[in-house]
């Protein structure tokens, strides 16, 4: 379990600072996109496309970090009034059905990642692919994510936040 959770905590960690730069990549991008067009008046075509990748980024990154860190939605005031015994199956229902979702992302995003390989994005002159690049990573890291949070539940640990 240590290798998993050390693991887990750089990937974790390092899924937020690509988020975090990726917001910024979209503060600046959306920024000088505006003052291209009025300031030059003269749109730059690339960069909603660059802003479109870099939502990608941030929602993927991010999404996958909070699954470490418990920051996704959930029925805690609910699930809590259960007995503990019950709470105990619910939260391992729960680290399944998220196993399950990440699995499906990676599979998914791969498989439409193979099939746009060969086309290209017409502003950029990358691969459509990059736009599920992200989705493959997040997608695996909600996997090992989850298999560290389920682990902990059986052995009775807790898993420490990446922002510790």
């Not at 929602?59 to 609910?78: Q, T, W």
């Not at 990676?106 to 950029?124: K, Y």
Request: charged share 10%; net charge neutral; hydrophobic share 55%.
């Amino acid at each position: 379990m240590k290798w998993l959770t050390w693991l887990n905590s750089r990937l974790s960690r390092w899924a937020m600072y690509i988020a975090v730069a990726c917001l910024l990549g979209i503060v600046g991008v959306v920024f000088g996109s505006v003052i291209w067009r009025y300031a030059l008046n003269d749109a730059p075509a690339w960069s909603e496309q660059v802003a479109l990748i870099l939502v990608i980024n941030v929602a993927m990154f991010g999404a996958s970090a909070g699954v470490r860190d418990e920051g996704h939605i959930g029925m805690e005031s609910l699930v809590g009034l259960l007995p503990a015994k019950i709470q105990f199956w619910v939260g391992n229902a729960v680290g399944v059905i998220t196993i399950i979702f990440g699995g499906f992302l990676a599979w998914g995003c791969w498989a439409m990642a193979s099939s746009v390989w060969t086309n290209l994005i017409p502003t950029l002159g990358i691969s459509e692919a990059f736009r599920y690049l992200p989705c493959i990573a997040a997608g695996v890291m909600i996997v090992l994510f989850s298999i560290e949070h389920l682990i902990a539940m059986s052995t009775g640990t807790k898993v420490n936040p990446s922002w510790h």
